[in-house]
Nanobody, 119 residues
């Protein structure tokens, strides 16, 4: 059973930075497309960024410039570097692992990590 575990959330000041990490168990990490999402209570989950197995990145337009996604296949880890944080970045941040192979889509979500941006 693949496990996806986020860490690195907490309290940050406006204008500050934070780095989230997501570790995926098993030996297939390099084959997954990894993504970061966030969700405020009462709102839909929002896409932030993704990085493919080949290392190509994709961002929601409003996230470009402040958020950076990266992966380290040797550590089975994907990161989300967040800069110039704003109070509206407050949300639960989720990591997603997915693959599409032989016509079958598979994905797995982590439990999320809370990020609060407040002075």
């Amino acid at each position: 059973q693949v496990q996806v575990v986020e860490s690195g959330g907490g309290l940050a000041q406006p204008g500050g930075s934070m780095r989230l990490s997501c570790v995926v168990s098993g030996s297939s990490f390099a084959a997954y497309t990894m993504g970061w999402y966030r969700q405020d209570p009462g709102k839909e989950r929002e896409f932030i960024a993704a990085v493919s197995s080949a290392g190509y990145t994709n961002y929601k337009d409003s996230m470009k410039g402040r958020f950076t996604i990266s992966r380290d296949n040797a550590k089975n880890t994907v990161y989300l570097e967040m800069n110039s944080l704003k109070p509206e970045d407050t949300a639960v941040y989720y990591c997603n692992a997915q693959k599409f192979e032989s016509g079958i889509f598979w994905d797995k979500w982590g439990q999320g990590t809370q990020v609060t941006v407040s002075s």
